[in-house]
């Protein structure tokens, strides 16, 4: 299963919604890059996204985006295929 990375803060419900899902596709670990504890982490995020707001998530070397791109993503049933390309 490919690795998951999701920049995200301690308090944001839709980083919460995005893991929920992540765990119920299968995912055991979701890496956490918490930008409000490591500020130097947000611009980071932002290089590598171009966006500013959490969480950004990763999958392996695909940048997924946010928690709706997500939720597409795994409505259009192309989630679990990218979580498990190795």
């Known amino acids: 299963m490919n690795t998951v990375v999701m920049y995200s803060t301690q ?28 500020p130097e982490r ?9 966006r500013r707001t959490v969480p950004q998530i ?12 997500l939720s597409a993503l795994d409505r259009a049933g192309e989630l679990t295929p990218l979580l498990e390309t190795a």
């Open 11 to 38: 308090v944001c419900p839709y980083c919460q919604m995005a893991e929920r899902l992540l765990k119920a596709r299968g995912v055991e670990h979701v890496e956490k890059v918490l930008i409000d504890k490591e």
């Open 42 to 50: 947000r611009e980071e995020m932002m290089q590598r996204t171009g």
């Open 58 to 69: 990763f999958i392996g070397e695909t940048h997924v985006g946010g928690y709706d791109d």
